[in-house]
């Protein structure tokens, strides 16, 4: 029975890779096959907010609980159930390669030793979410800006993650015009002490599609949040600016990468995991984001860790660049 629930796993990852749904997510530990459900999803976004918005579900005595989600690639998992099922060891290219590729991308560095298991799945074919930095100027980057009214109703401090909704009221290419829509909007005055509310101005990059989460803030690699207006319990007003348009900032990212073996190169990959040049590199939330491998297939690979010759390589080309 367990081969065949495997096989009929196998047989729906492949289905959902076909129609272009290439992400899966599930609750709980995916061993556990009596519980688990597989929903697909065609952008890591989507599978992302679903995620969200059932992480605090009611069980049957109406008490919140969360939940345990994962989201895998659905081209990860039928990898690793070929090794489960089939025990297929996939070809591996050396760490070496992989750091020296990752070392010479311009403008964005990537934490090479925070995560060396994130080198053996790259090494062994798989797609990776990894940590980035990269300095931008806000004043550079911006399209337009907007102005977003967020609240949510406050649970005694208990379950920060519940009743939040967000709305954008209005947009202009003008920041001064949203400063001056946001510190006069009288809406963030109410009498409701179980309710929070803020006004918040968010800059929307060039180029990018323009989303905001529940709770106001750009998804992805779409914006910044600049500037914040509201009013505590205490019906204490705060005005906080969190960024100088024309002073250099760095950008926390996490970026899909995978290796291209027919050509050896990385590449960077979007949230449909189309590649993509770093410019265009999508900021992920790697809360619920899962890629372990079986430990027993660890052990099976041949890898290299990177040296230290590497890494002094690495930081001169650093100080090339930048002295450059």
Same mark, same amino acid.
């Given at each position: ?87 297929? &060891? ?46 931008? &100027? ?8 907007? @102005? ?108 899909? @990468? ?18 993509? !040049? @770093? ?22 690979? !041949? ?22």
């Amino acid at each position: 029975m367990e081969k065949e629930w495997w096989a009929a796993v196998e047989k729906e990852l492949g289905r959902l890779e076909e129609q272009g749904h290439r992400f899966v997510a599930f609750e709980g530990a995916f061993r556990n096959r009596d519980q688990i459900q597989l929903i697909s999803f065609q952008t890591y976004n989507e599978a992302v907010k679903f995620c969200n918005r059932n992480a605090w579900v009611p069980d049957e005595e109406d008490q919140m609980r969360e939940g345990n989600y994962h989201i895998h690639l659905t081209e990860n998992l039928a990898a690793e159930l070929k090794w489960q099922m089939h025990g297929i &060891v996939p070809s591996v290219t050396p760490q070496t390669d992989i750091v020296r590729e990752l070392s010479a991308i311009p403008n964005f560095s990537i934490n090479l030793t925070g995560d060396l298991r994130a080198l053996y799945r790259l090494a062994a074919g798989r797609t990776e979410l990894m940590d980035g930095v990269r300095l931008i &100027v806000p004043s550079e980057e911006a399209a337009r800006f907007h @102005v977003v009214r967020h609240q949510h109703q406050d649970q005694g401090g208990l379950i920060y993650e519940l009743g939040h909704s967000a709305t954008i009221t209005f947009s202009s290419e003008s920041l001064s015009d949203c400063k001056q829509v946001m510190l006069q909007d009288d809406w963030i005055k109410h009498e409701s002490k179980r309710e929070i509310r803020e006004v918040l101005i968010a800059c929307e990059y060039k180029g990018k599609r323009f989303e905001i989460d529940d709770e106001g803030f750009p998804i992805g690699a779409c914006g910044k949040v600049i500037s914040s207006r509201y009013i505590d319990g205490n019906d204490t007003e705060y005005n906080t600016d969190f960024v100088k348009m024309d002073e250099p900032i760095k950008e926390q990212y996490a970026v899909f @990468v995978k290796l291209l073996p027919d050509i050896g190169r990385v590449t960077f990959l979007d949230e449909q995991l189309a590649p993509c !040049t @770093v410019e265009a590199a999508f900021k992920c939330q790697r809360l619920y984001f899962c890629s372990e491998m079986d430990e027993a297939l660890l052990g099976k690979l !041949t890898v290299q860790h990177p040296s230290n010759d590497d890494q002094h390589h690495h930081a001169q080309r650093q100080r090339g660049r930048q002295s450059g």
